[in-house]
Nanobody, 121 residues
Framework: QVQLVESGGGLVQPGGSLRLSCAAS????????MAWYRQAPGKERELVAS???????NYAGSVKGRFTISSDDAKNTVYLQMDSMQPEDMAVYYC???????????????WGQGTQVTVSS
């Protein structure tokens, strides 16, 4: 129903920056919220940042002040600007979208395929 295409991952040196993008497409009525999660080896998936259609933003404490989430509602796209990156930011980053979908108008979660972010000198 809804497909998420992520881009922007890669290798960055400590202190560097990366920008992730996630575009949603497919059959949907509306998007309630978009978010980025990450999962490092041996750890559970954790919320990095989220943004609702109403503009409410939430950050994990570990990234507050360094990462910025934003969205382009016209393009159904969410971005994650990551600055002052540290080795502990290294993980697979996943896009998550809470969308209202046909035929019954229920809200369902959708996940991207994940993009690897490596922080290393």
């Amino acid at each position: 129903q809804v497909q998420l295409v992520e881009s922007g991952g890669g290798l960055v040196q400590p202190g560097g920056s990366l920008r992730l993008s996630c575009a949603a497409s497919g059959r949907l009525f509306s998007i309630y919220a978009m978010a980025w999660y990450r999962q490092a080896p041996g750890k559970e998936r954790e919320l990095v940042a989220s943004i609702t259609s109403g503009g409410k933003i939430n950050y994990a404490g570990s990234v507050k002040g360094r990462f910025t989430i934003s969205s382009d509602d016209a393009k159904n796209t969410v971005y994650l600007q990551m600055d002052s990156m540290q080795p502990e930011d290294m993980a697979v980053y996943y896009c998550n979208v809470e969308a209202v979908v046909p035929p019954d108008g229920r809200m369902k979660p959708f996940w991207g395929q994940g993009t690897q972010v490596t922080v290393s000198s």
